[in-house]
């Protein structure tokens, strides 16, 4: 389809206009600050409050790390474009800092006033050393001397030392101490070693165990106050004057040259090394480290006073999801136990199962173990003859890597694409392609310059006088982990369309090919956009006929420009837009005369909603789509996606059971964007029960006796 096929542009609206756009990294903070408000619920057990906090700062990590890197490069070399919404770079880092600065304040507030009082009424408690009796300090002084001094390396700075490097993320202590002889002041860096815990259990100390004995009562000392408490014995002779905790963030994106790239692995494992020494972009210290000691910082590391930011109470609160994942069950959700879906039950061999119809999985309310099955029992099935599939983001213990393996060992013939670019991954990812090939896999690494999004995986087998392909896409990684966490849809077919579109997938990414189009599957960079852009305007000239038009998307994040303009569009002719979009979204509804028709909500619940689904035309009419895709500009033009429909009766109707109709009808989970970028927060009517969208879904499967799962009251 090209653009004079598609509806045209209303001639009254404007749609570069800066005012009709959110800005990216604002609308990011935006979501960051939804997560934040999580932990503020005491609707939560209090660990899980906890939790929220600490994927709060982890998120805020990634942020600068990333995000705030690239604005700092773009001021470094004098990008004048700005962003969407009209902002230069300046400007937008002024606001970045704006509002970081007012969150880690409320975080601050709302842990020394709120969270740690609360959890140390409940036996959790994070100590300081001055509150520690004389026995407990005796015990914990030992401790320190066996097991953390040997660790330490006290750095100092002057003249003949220079000042040491900083390490990402790291936490130091700033020390400053005098010779007594000399009355010279002097300064020293002492880094609290990564390697162990953060937190220590004070218990385990005074018995002499590895881990907390009793879960009902722990108290913790941060690693960072019982090196201050005994800086004596790292500067013996000299009098310490001050002990000030900073932590450092730097830029840790990686920069490839494919096309320069002979071996890509190897270059991808020198880049790893070589972003470690990435420049800062942020200093964090508490508020009273002297202006010295402060200035001192900024010039060795660097950068600018705009990028210091004061930390009330700890440093690297992403460390408090040791704490969050205590043994406490009355501080903790409800545990639920993943179910295996009828047919897989009914038909417990998985090749029959899938010959008979397909199947839907809806993690991690249903297990990830089908998906493990499948790979397995094609390892070892002696009918099997091949094994295809992309992997993105593996896990450091992966079991889907380990059937490949097996499957190799076996005399099959497998073929793997990992993408070794996947962000914080990549380490991983190297791991596995090196294993890989060492038992005679075909490990290959996608077209250079495109990351290797899609979750596809196809299986090879001799059935009597045929091959039957069996296909499995996901919008989700083959990681049993975040299976358990992440919620994302999966399905199994054996139609032959779809295996042939998963064939030749594999040969384009492992060949030369140069298929665009596809039976059943939409494929980013050659066709995905056009798909989606051809559905949205298909319901426009719906609504413009005076006919039912409806769109309804489900994803991470929306940035295209393009998509964007369609969906206004879309809206100014009568179309139904609802838009569920857990992150960020650059869209801006409710705006007179452009999005009145277009509502966008967001829900930040138990589980990480990270499914992409999406639905064109009036219900009953509708066509389903999964995919591995956001409506972003980087997964239509820099990454191989894939979308793919839904058109089995039973699964359509799961999906808007399971799906659709829970994110609509949350009052409890789901927050409302306004056109002036707020989101507010829904709330049930009176008399009106909570709806909370995936506790529903929990609940439904526990009535259904799939689940034992205790729901709070």
Same mark, same amino acid.
């Given at each position: 389809?090209?653009?004079?096929?598609r509806?045209?542009?209303?001639?009254?609206i404007?749609?570069?206009d800066?005012?009709l756009?959110?800005?990216?990294?604002?609308?990011?903070?935006?979501?960051?600050?939804?997560?934040?408000e999580?932990?503020?619920?005491?609707?939560?057990?209090?660990?899980?409050?906890?939790?929220?906090?600490?994927?709060?700062?982890?998120?805020?990590d990634?942020?600068?790390?990333?995000?705030?890197?690239?604005?700092?490069?773009?001021?470094?070399?004098?990008?004048?474009?700005r962003?969407?919404?009209?902002?230069?770079?300046?400007?937008?880092?002024?606001?970045?800092?704006?509002?970081?600065?007012?969150?880690?304040?409320?975080?601050s507030?709302?842990?020394?006033?709120?969270?740690?009082?609360?959890?140390?009424?409940?036996?959790?408690?994070?100590?300081?050393?001055?509150?520690?009796?004389?026995?407990?300090?005796?015990?914990?002084?030992?401790?320190f001397?066996?097991?953390?001094?040997?660790?330490l390396?006290?750095?100092?700075?002057?003249?003949?030392?220079?000042?040491?490097?900083?390490?990402n993320?790291?936490?130091?202590?700033?020390?400053?101490?005098?010779?007594?002889?000399?009355?010279?002041?002097?300064?020293?860096?002492?880094?609290?070693?990564?390697?162990?815990?953060?937190?220590?259990?004070?218990?385990?100390?005074?018995?002499g165990?590895?881990?907390p004995?009793?879960?009902a009562?722990?108290d913790?000392?941060?690693m960072?106050?019982l090196?201050?408490?005994?800086?004596?014995?790292?500067?013996?002779?000299?009098?310490?004057?001050?002990?000030?905790?900073?932590?450092?963030?730097?830029?840790?994106?990686?920069?490839?040259?494919?096309?320069?790239?002979h071996d890509?692995?190897s270059?991808v494992?020198?880049?790893?090394?070589?972003?470690?020494?990435?420049?800062?972009?942020?200093?964090?210290?508490?508020?009273g480290v002297?202006?010295r000691?402060?200035t001192?910082?900024?010039?060795?590391?660097e950068?600018?006073?705009?990028?210091?930011y004061?930390?009330?109470?700890?440093?690297?609160?992403?460390?408090?999801?040791?704490?969050?994942?205590?043994?406490?069950?009355?501080?903790?959700?409800a545990?639920?136990?993943?179910d295996?879906?009828?047919?897989?039950?009914?038909?417990?061999?998985?090749?029959?199962?899938?010959?008979?119809?397909?199947i839907?999985?809806?993690?991690?309310?249903?297990?990830?173990s089908?998906?493990?099955?499948?790979?397995?029992?094609?390892?070892?099935?002696?009918?099997?003859?091949?094994i295809?599939?992309?992997?993105?983001?593996?896990?450091?213990?992966?079991?889907?890597?380990?059937?490949?393996?097996q499957?190799?060992?076996?005399?099959?013939?497998?073929?793997?694409?990992i993408?070794?670019?996947?962000?914080?991954?990549?380490?991983?990812n190297i791991v596995w392609?090196?294993?890989?090939? !060492?038992? /005679? @896999?075909? #490990?290959?690494?996608?077209?250079? +310059? *495109?990351k290797?999004?899609?979750?596809a995986a196809?299986? =090879?087998r001799?059935?009597k006088?045929?091959?039957?392909?069996?296909?499995h896409l996901?919008t989700?990684?083959?990681n049993?982990?975040?299976?358990?966490?992440?919620?994302?849809?999966?399905?199994?077919?054996?139609?032959?369309?779809?295996?042939?579109?998963?064939?030749?997938?594999?040969?384009?990414?492992?060949?030369?090919?140069k298929?665009?189009?596809?039976?059943?599957?939409?494929?980013?960079?050659?066709s995905?956009?056009?798909?989606?852009?051809?559905?949205?305007?298909?319901?426009?000239?719906l609504?413009r006929?005076?006919?039912?038009?409806?769109?309804?998307?489900?994803l991470?994040?929306?940035?295209?420009a393009?998509?964007i303009?369609a969906?206004?569009?879309?809206? !100014?002719a /009568? @179309?139904? #837009?609802d838009?569920?979009?857990? +992150? *960020?979204?650059?869209?801006?509804?409710?705006?007179?005369? =452009?999005?009145?028709?277009?509502?966008?909500?967001?829900?930040?619940?138990?589980?990480?909603?990270?499914?992409?689904?999406?639905?064109?035309?009036?219900?009953?009419?509708?066509?389903?789509?999964?995919s591995?895709?956001d409506?972003?500009?980087?997964?239509?033009?820099r990454?191989?996606?894939v979308?793919?429909?839904?058109?089995?009766?039973?699964?359509?109707?799961?999906?808007?059971?399971?799906?659709?109709?829970?994110?609509?009808?949350?009052?409890c989970?789901?927050?409302?964007?306004?056109?002036?970028?707020?989101?507010?927060?829904?709330?049930?009517?009176?008399?009106?029960?909570?709806?909370?969208?995936?506790?529903?879904?929990?609940?439904?499967?526990?009535?259904?006796?799939?689940?034992? @799962?205790?729901?709070?009251?």
């Amino acid at each position: 389809m090209t653009d004079l096929d598609r509806a045209p542009e209303a001639p009254d609206i404007a749609v570069e206009d800066p005012s009709l756009y959110f800005n990216r990294e604002i609308s990011w903070l935006a979501f960051n600050e939804r997560v934040l408000e999580e932990s503020f619920d005491p609707r939560w057990p209090l660990l899980e409050r906890l939790k929220f906090l600490a994927i709060f700062a982890n998120n805020l990590d990634e942020f600068f790390m990333i995000r705030v890197s690239g604005l700092h490069e773009q001021l470094e070399a004098r990008v004048a474009e700005r962003s969407a919404d009209g902002l230069t770079v300046r400007e937008q880092l002024t606001r970045i800092g704006q509002i970081v600065r007012d969150q880690i304040a409320r975080v601050s507030a709302l842990l020394s006033g709120t969270l740690l009082p609360a959890l140390a009424e409940k036996g959790v408690r994070i100590v300081e050393w001055k509150s520690l009796d004389a026995d407990t300090r005796r015990r914990a002084r030992a401790y320190f001397r066996r097991a953390v001094f040997p660790v330490l390396t006290p750095l100092a700075v002057d003249p003949g030392h220079p000042f040491p490097f900083l390490s990402n993320l790291s936490i130091s202590l700033a020390v400053e101490a005098r010779d007594p002889e000399t009355r010279e002041r002097k300064f020293a860096r002492v880094k609290v070693p990564e390697i162990l815990p953060r937190f220590i259990p004070l218990d385990a100390i005074e018995r002499g165990k590895r881990e907390p004995g009793d879960p009902a009562s722990a108290d913790f000392l941060p690693m960072e106050a019982l090196i201050a408490a005994n800086l004596d014995d790292l500067f013996p002779g000299m009098e310490v004057l001050g002990c000030h905790p900073f932590r450092v963030t730097r830029d840790m994106d990686m920069e490839i040259r494919e096309e320069e790239a002979h071996d890509l692995l190897s270059i991808v494992d020198r880049e790893i090394r070589r972003r470690k020494f990435g420049a800062v972009v942020r200093l964090e210290v508490s508020p009273g480290v002297p202006d010295r000691i402060r200035t001192l910082l900024l010039q060795k590391l660097e950068i600018d006073q705009e990028d210091l930011y004061e930390t009330e109470g700890p440093l690297g609160l992403a460390a408090f999801s040791a704490i969050a994942s205590l043994d406490r069950p009355d501080l903790r959700d409800a545990p639920f136990s993943a179910d295996t879906p009828p047919a897989l039950v009914d038909e417990p061999d998985i090749f029959k199962a899938i010959a008979a119809g397909d199947i839907l999985l809806h993690h991690p309310y249903d297990s990830f173990s089908p998906v493990l099955e499948f790979l397995r029992r094609a390892a070892t099935d002696p009918l099997v003859l091949a094994i295809k599939m992309t992997l993105y983001r593996t896990g450091s213990d992966s079991q889907i890597a380990r059937a490949l393996i097996q499957a190799a060992e076996n005399g099959k013939q497998v073929a793997v694409c990992i993408e070794l670019k996947a962000r914080f991954d990549e380490e991983n990812n190297i791991v596995w392609a090196r294993a890989l090939e !060492r038992v /005679g @896999v075909h #490990v290959f690494y996608g077209a250079a +310059g *495109i990351k290797t999004h899609a979750k596809a995986a196809l299986v =090879v087998r001799q059935e009597k006088d045929k091959l039957v392909r069996y296909v499995h896409l996901s919008t989700g990684n083959y990681n049993a982990g975040t299976a358990r966490i992440y919620t994302d849809t999966g399905f199994f077919t054996a139609n032959p369309e779809f295996g042939e579109d998963a064939s030749e997938l594999f040969n384009s990414l492992s060949g030369f090919s140069k298929k665009s189009t596809y039976r059943k599957l939409a494929v980013a960079p050659s066709s995905l956009l056009d798909s989606v852009l051809g559905r949205i305007d298909g319901q426009t000239a719906l609504a413009r006929e005076g006919r039912p038009a409806r769109v309804f998307a489900k994803l991470n994040s929306l940035v295209d420009a393009a998509v964007i303009r369609a969906l206004y569009r879309a809206s !100014r002719a /009568g @179309v139904a #837009v609802d838009l569920n979009v857990r +992150g *960020i979204c650059c869209l801006r509804p409710g705006v007179p005369g =452009v999005s009145e028709n277009i509502r966008v909500s967001s829900v930040v619940g138990r589980f990480l909603d990270h499914d992409r689904v999406f639905a064109f035309g009036p219900e009953g009419e509708e066509e389903f789509f999964l995919s591995s895709a956001d409506w972003m500009p980087r997964n239509f033009y820099r990454r191989v996606e894939v979308m793919f429909p839904i058109e089995d009766p039973r699964l359509r109707e799961r999906i808007r059971k399971e799906i659709i109709e829970p994110v609509l009808a949350d009052n409890c989970r789901a927050r409302d964007l306004g056109p002036d970028g707020s989101y507010r927060r829904r709330s049930p009517a009176p008399g009106e029960p909570e709806r909370d969208g995936q506790l529903t879904l929990l609940d439904r499967s526990r009535r259904r006796g799939l689940h034992a @799962v205790a729901l709070p009251a």
